[in-house]
């Protein structure tokens, strides 16, 4: 696969710079010294309180197989890949630019591509509605690895596509713009503004009853298109969640369907539709939201789904988001006790992130968490311990902590005691930026 043999080739390439300047670090007798100064709290935009009812909890590239056309609903996991002459020299460039791009990182601009977060987050603002020179100096003191806009940053067409393009001109690194825009009535974040004529799809339970492939390749071509002409290029979409609870009190209409084997179908054409115009896709909320009656949003959340019941229903999707090349994987905050023996998150289980993602389903793209604000989350870990703990487990990016500046510190600070390494961390800017290095 392209990707992992890019990662491959980085990760070669930097383990011994990192081994080096490790070793260099602790003959100077430097560990430690330095730390990075405190986020301010800044104004910038408007001063008007949170809209009401807006999910701010929640987020949720062409990387098609070279020749397929735009609608065929051909999953890439019925075809194989093949790096010619021509694209084994770029993918190799790609590796070269990416190794230098990672020696030239200083730790703390390592940790920071770590996460993406709320404009908000980052600049300590209200509401964001602009990108100006607070976002400018947030992202020169934090230079994180992408942003992601929610209903209320969004106030007009112009005013979306300048503020976009204002925090890519700022952004030292090539940065995710992202967004939830799943199609349907509930998450569609630009379609639900009403600020531009754009394809209000029906929900995807509707494009699931259809059971034709091609509806969902439409509805990720379509979404993919207007979300690429506006500047994102990152879409926490499509759900994989499988349907089994109707009781569910946060998935619902969101999903495909109860119908496992029909959801498998669905997931991969978004991806691809997505994918086609440069757009990364996400599949969430691994390893599954359906079958939960609680919402991770408002306090812990548990799936009692054995792992043979798990194999059998709830990873087809995202086994097939996968093999159709899926750039990120939402890791969610559920609880699987009867898979781990314990009531952990799985966004901090390394047998459910490194155990089952990487090692089961063969995933080497991105593996991103579910929202760090959300109640799972903050009613039972620090925003340190959360992050640090996440990272152990095998995530690569962590989505809107708590507190962005204290997860940013308390992964620095597990570097400098050695709970976390810093080839741990190339491992997963390896990943990023074979993702990147197409934005």
């Not at 619902?252 to 179908?265: M, N, P």
């Amino acid at each position: 696969m392209k990707r992992g043999k890019i990662i491959m080739i980085i990760c070669m390439s930097i383990i011994f710079v990192g081994l080096s300047g490790l070793a260099a670090w602790a003959i100077l007798g430097q560990h430690g010294d330095e730390t990075p100064g405190s986020q301010a709290v800044v104004s910038e935009g408007t001063g008007e309180d949170l809209m009401a009812g807006e999910n701010l909890s929640e987020s949720e590239s062409a990387r098609e197989s070279e020749g397929r056309e735009n609608g065929d609903t051909e999953s890439p996991a019925d075809t194989e890949e093949t790096i010619g002459p021509e694209t084994e020299e770029e993918t190799e460039a790609l590796a070269e630019d990416t190794k230098s791009d990672l020696e030239n990182m200083t730790l703390e601009e390592k940790v920071a591509q770590l996460f993406i977060l709320r404009p908000e987050d980052l600049t300590g603002v209200d509401v964001a509605v602009q990108a100006g020179d607070m976002t400018r100096e947030a992202l020169e003191q934090y230079p994180v690895s992408g942003i992601v806009y929610f209903g209320q940053n969004i106030q007009s067409e112009d005013q979306l596509r300048e503020m976009i393009a204002n925090t890519k001109e700022y952004s030292k690194y090539p940065i995710f713009i992202g967004v939830d825009e799943e199609g349907g009535s509930l998450v569609a974040r630009v379609a639900n503004s009403g600020i531009m004529d754009v394809p209000i799809y029906p929900d995807m339970i509707e494009i699931g009853y259809t059971e034709d492939p091609q509806e969902a390749y439409e509805v990720g071509d379509g979404i993919g298109s207007y979300l690429s002409d506006l500047g994102f290029n990152l879409d926490f979409a499509p759900i994989a969640d499988v349907l089994t609870n109707p009781d569910n009190p946060v998935i619902g209409v969101r999903s495909f369907g109860s119908d496992a084997q029909i959801d498998a179908q669905m997931v991969p054409q978004v991806v691809n539709g997505l994918q086609s115009h440069g757009v990364s896709a996400c599949v969430k909320h691994f390893p599954g939201h359906g079958d939960t009656d609680s919402d991770s949003h408002e306090g812990q959340t548990v799936s009692y789904r054995t792992l043979d019941d798990l194999r059998e229903t709830e990873f087809l999707p995202f086994k097939a988001g996968i093999d159709a090349g899926v750039d990120f994987l939402m890791v969610g905050h559920i609880s699987v006790p009867e898979v781990t023996g314990d009531m952990t998150p799985s966004s901090m289980s390394e047998q459910v992130v490194t155990g089952l993602i990487r090692e089961e389903l063969g995933y080497d793209g991105i593996i991103i968490t579910d929202s760090m604000q959300m109640q799972a989350v903050t009613l039972f870990y620090s925003p340190e311990e959360a992050a640090v703990q996440a990272l152990l487990a095998g995530v690569d990016m962590l989505l809107m902590p708590e507190d962005f500046p204290s997860a940013y510190e308390g992964v620095l600070e597990a570097v400098y005691d050695g709970t976390l390494t810093e080839e741990r961390i190339d491992e997963s800017l390896a990943r990023i930026w074979s993702v990147k290095g197409d934005l």
